[in-house]
């Protein structure tokens, strides 16, 4: 986290719905939100229905035509009539199929395209959010809501549309079927169905509860597979040798699942039975009526045959409809966590009247612009403010509901354009906040933090960006090839460029001597190569970007003092007329700074050249001597060596 709190599980505000023991409530008008996603495919969706409409019609023509074969052939001993009979029937199964067919084709284009539209938007929307979401976040979590909850959402459009059609129709023509054969029967039956609904609505507010509880756990299980299958966390857990609890933690968020899930299939399969159950005992209803209606004359033979036919076409309809209000919910309540995410704002926004840095300061070629604060404070935000609270650990959730103290207390000061200028302090004085700021990863509370004239928050996120370039002390590369990782600060830059900035940074030597070249994978994060290559890779990408504007967050702290003093000599020549913030603790690398900046405790403490500070004997000459003499046992360490160990 860059110079804020501890980034490990944070607590989050109880929201409503939240509190232990409650599922939340799916929020007012989700379903109306997915008409818009809907509509885009509505070519697909119509030509679904009518499909569907043709499959309904289809399954209640088959068993009329049945009781036609049985009255009008087979007891009369007509062969011509049952042959046409039948042909005519298995060409409405042909039909029959055809249309699932089509359905799979229509329900495969309007679904996965939801889902593309879903995924991109939770993806760009959360690639808008500050770094305090991200510090907040769980992977996993984020992760889940991109996979299964984008595909829960998707059966709303795609199943529950075919079979809200096809019910709907199925229901409506199996009953004027059965009536036009025999309104006895047909009533009987009817007044069963009543009993049908009862069940569906008992079990759907379980089943929604259930669902979304299965979800979250879910996350939180595949939160703790990302964090511990990449090689950053399994190097710690084989470090520090817990095998054992680590299996036992995962296999008590495993067996969370297993019982949720457990408790979820009971559920979903009670429902069936008691319909099965209930369909059955329909079925000998309508055996002992119609049977005595037979034998009584008033019905004939294919008349009940078709009417038992109908039957079962009518309760299977009825069955999942007594289901459908259960699977709707299960499929809002995967909306509605895709659309928590959609919902999230981000903590830094453009204006809508934003200008783009012109260029003048943004150009690499013309002189570099100062960097001005001007009475900064900021505090790093609350939970409430930047996440949601089923993205973030289970543990910590409703504690915190205010932002923290603040980082940074009326920070002003000026870092000349073209110029060098150094901040050095204990760990959590606010430095890594400072330059957090200069691209506007977070924003100021209060104050204006400036470049040339221009305060950046009037500045496009685009042309900003384009002209910071950072180098942090933990350097992310991502699992590709080295190529990759450098064209990622600038994807138009030719090979030569490449090699150029390689050798600029001192690397280009080592990367012509692996086998690949530049065509080498790096690995997760690039634990392929050792901390100082990779410290030198993240060089060579800033200076692929060449921008005006350079942070340094300890960007030599994993090299050795020969490679460091190597590294210093092409910073030199990198850093010559830019403007440039460079965090360091080793004041061997800062002595040359055309200003240094002593923070402590969020505030500027003292500001001056190195012989200047020195001379002024304060913190940073103390810091000075603690570094390169033996230390006075006389005279207590102040709060601003004591901070950190030094090297």
């Excluded at 229901?171 to 069963?192: E, K, R």
């Excluded at 979903?268 to 000998?284: D, K």
């Excluded at 957090?436 to 977070?442: A, C, F, H, I, S």
């Amino acid at each position: 986290m860059l110079g804020g709190p501890s980034i490990g599980p944070q607590p989050m505000p109880r929201r409503p719905g939240d509190a232990p023991g409650s599922a939340p409530r799916i929020k007012p008008g989700t379903a109306r939100r997915i008409l818009p996603y809907a509509r885009r495919y509505r070519r697909y969706l119509v030509l679904l229905t009518l499909t569907t409409a043709l499959g309904a019609t289809v399954a209640a023509a088959g068993p009329l035509l049945l009781q036609r074969i049985v009255d009008n052939g087979i007891l009369p001993g007509r062969f011509d009539v049952v042959v046409g009979l039948c042909l005519l029937l298995g060409l409405l199964a042909l039909m029959e199929a055809a249309t699932i067919v089509v359905q799979a084709w229509c329900s495969g284009k309007a679904g996965e395209g939801l889902v593309y539209e879903l995924r991109s938007a939770v993806f760009a929307r959360v690639q808008q959010q500050s770094m305090a979401f991200f510090t907040r976040a769980q992977t996993g979590a984020l992760v889940s809501r991109l996979n299964s909850d984008i595909i829960g959402a998707r059966q709303a459009v795609t199943t529950i549309l075919t079979q809200a059609v096809s019910t709907i129709l199925t229901l409506i023509l199996v009953l004027a079927a059965m009536f036009y054969l025999s309104w006895q029967i047909t009533v009987a039956a009817l007044v069963m169905l009543p009993i049908f609904l009862v069940p569906a609505r008992l079990l759907s507010g379980r089943l929604q509860q259930l669902t979304r509880q299965t979800m979250q756990l879910d996350a939180e299980m595949s939160s703790m597979m990302t964090e511990r299958f990449n090689v950053g966390g399994a190097m710690l857990a084989q470090l520090y040798g817990q095998p054992a609890a680590e299996a036992q933690l995962f296999a008590g968020r495993a067996a969370r699942v297993r019982d949720v899930a457990a408790q979820t299939l009971v559920w979903g399969r009670l429902l069936p039975a008691v319909v099965a159950l209930l369909t059955a005992l329909t079925t000998v209803l309508v055996y002992g009526l119609g049977g005595a209606l037979t034998i009584d004359g008033t019905l004939q033979l294919g008349t009940l045959v078709a009417m038992v036919a109908l039957l079962m076409r009518l309760y299977g309809p009825v069955n999942q409809l007594s289901a459908m209000q259960a699977t709707v919910m299960v499929a809002l309540v995967s909306f509605d966590r895709v659309f928590e995410v959609l919902d999230l704002k981000p903590l830094v926004t453009e204006n809508p009247d934003a200008v783009a840095l012109p260029a003048a300061a943004a150009s690499r070629a013309t002189a570099a612009p100062d960097i001005a604060f001007d009475r900064v404070s900021f505090r790093y935000p609350g939970a409430s403010e930047v996440s949601i609270a089923s993205l973030e650990p289970a543990a910590g959730r409703g504690q915190e509901t205010t932002g923290t103290a603040l980082a940074l207390r009326n920070v002003s000061f000026v870092a000349p354009g073209g110029k060098l200028t150094a901040l050095v302090g204990p760990s959590g004085a606010g430095k890594t906040t400072i330059t957090g700021l200069v691209p506007r990863l977070y924003d100021a509370a209060t104050g204006t933090v400036r470049i040339g004239s221009h305060d950046v928050r009037d500045l496009t996120l685009a042309s900003l960006r384009d002209a910071v370039g950072v180098v942090t002390q933990d350097v992310h590369m991502f699992h590709d090839t080295l190529r990759a990782n450098l064209l990622y600060a600038r994807p138009d830059a030719s090979d030569q460029e490449l090699v150029e900035a390689c050798r600029a940074a001192l690397i280009w030597d080592t990367v012509e001597s692996l086998p690949d070249g530049l065509g080498t994978m790096v690995g997760e994060r690039g634990y392929r190569l050792s901390g100082g290559e990779k410290q030198r890779i993240a060089l060579a990408r800033l200076l692929l970007k060449a921008p005006p504007i350079v942070v340094l967050d300890e960007a030599t702290a994993h090299l050795d003092s020969e490679s460091e003093a190597a590294i210093q000599r092409a910073l030199r020549t990198a850093l010559a007329g830019r403007t440039a913030l460079v965090i360091a603790h080793r004041l061997s690398t800062i002595r040359e700074a055309d200003q240094i900046l002593v923070v402590d405790a969020g505030q500027i403490r003292e500001s001056g050249t190195h012989e200047e500070l020195l001379a002024a004997d304060g913190l940073y000459a103390q810091l000075h001597r603690t570094q390169f003499a033996e230390p006075n046992l006389t005279e207590p360490v102040p709060d601003l060596l004591s901070a950190e160990p030094l090297p």
